[in-house]
């Protein structure tokens, strides 16, 4: 029976590629990960990996993904030579199982009897150990650039505990406000009926010492007489603002390096022969593609671009503030520099 995969629901391998060469898909989709492993992406299914570049699209716009079976019996040479070597990528994962079975590697091997079919899997083998290979440069960047980002993580997450701070600070602050009143006596007898007095040195007295007390690094503590609120200043000069925009600056600098390697992989891929992607490779860019990695170390979507980017195309109005606020880098609106990508097309010619 024919597997269909829906798009863009479902994770499709190669076809999301041609889409991100080109510009941002209409429906974006953003990971939600709760723990470590949900900020990683699953294994593909090996079908899925050996469907390739090659699935084939039905009238209503779906995908046709051939089973192994279908592959092994009736497939093409270059089908059967993607399946084995689909399994032997899937196979380096801990995680994984054997999905062919010894009978089954053998049938395939045997199959391969022609010249045209044994030169075109010493070719699809050398396009493999190539791709492979520059997999690892594009994960090393992608590592890169987690690390980069985990330390503008940091900050961010330190703005929102300062912000819950002075939100928790505002209701003590009330609360102090409604637990205090006036003297009032009785009217009858003069006699005092609350011995609790409120003044209002009271009530500044109490405010210095909350701000006092509240020690804050690269940020200030600041109380709103108007709205009675506590605040925080961030310092954009020299503060913790100031200092995530350089961490922000250096992220966005690293995650525009690994799309310039996402580029000249997926170029390479969709002009070879094998049309393969290697799953260390569509993982990173998934990762990177549903901000897996990026939304698991901080959960205020304000501080994404993706966000943002999301709101403008719908039309929404953003004030200055939230474009302020929107640092982290947007994996679509970054760009590689020439640079860059003249050194990632001569790094994979030499492989």
Request: aromatic content about 10%; proline content about 3%; overall charge negative.
């Amino acid at each position: 029976m024919d597997k269909k995969v829906n798009k863009p629901e479902e994770k499709e391998t190669i076809p999301r590629t041609e889409e991100r060469a080109g510009q941002e898909p209409k429906e974006r989709i953003f990971a939600n990960p709760q723990t470590g492993d949900e900020a990683e992406p699953d294994l593909p299914p090996l079908e899925q990996l050996a469907n390739g570049y090659n699935l084939i699209t039905l009238s209503d716009g779906e995908y046709k993904i051939l089973t192994k079976e279908e592959i092994i019996s009736s497939g093409t040479p270059l089908q059967k030579i993607r399946l084995l070597i689909s399994n032997i990528d899937l196979n380096g994962y801990f995680e994984a199982q054997e999905e062919l079975t010894k009978e089954e590697r053998l049938k395939i091997l045997t199959s391969i009897q022609t010249k045209e079919d044994k030169k075109l899997l010493e070719v699809c083998i050398k396009e493999y150990e190539t791709i492979s290979n520059f997999g690892k440069l594009l994960s090393f960047f992608f590592k890169r650039f987690q690390t980069s980002y985990a330390i503008l993580a940091v900050l961010l997450n330190k703005w929102d505990s300062y912000e819950y701070t002075a939100k928790q600070l505002t209701l003590l602050y009330s609360l102090m406000r409604n637990s205090f009143i006036d003297v009032c006596e009785d009217g009858e007898t003069g006699d005092i009926v609350s011995e609790e007095i409120y003044t209002e040195e009271t009530r500044k007295n109490f405010i210095q010492d909350l701000l006092y007390s509240s020690v804050l690094d690269g940020a200030t503590l600041q109380f709103n007489e108007k709205t009675e609120n506590f605040h925080i200043d961030v310092k954009e000069k020299g503060g913790l603002f100031s200092q995530i925009l350089e961490e922000a600056k250096s992220a966005t600098k690293d995650l525009s390096d690994f799309k310039a390697y996402t580029i000249v992989a997926e170029n390479f891929i969709k002009k070879s022969t094998l049309k393969y992607m290697p799953i260390s490779i569509q993982q990173s860019i998934e990762n990177a593609e549903e901000e897996r990695y990026t939304r698991y170390l901080v959960k205020n979507l304000r501080y994404f671009r993706s966000e943002l980017n999301q709101r403008i195309a719908k039309g929404e109005t953003v004030t200055p503030q939230e474009k302020k606020w929107a640092v982290i880098p947007d994996f679509y609106e970054v760009k590689p520099s020439k640079n860059v990508l003249a050194d990632c097309k001569a790094a994979i010619k030499d492989m």
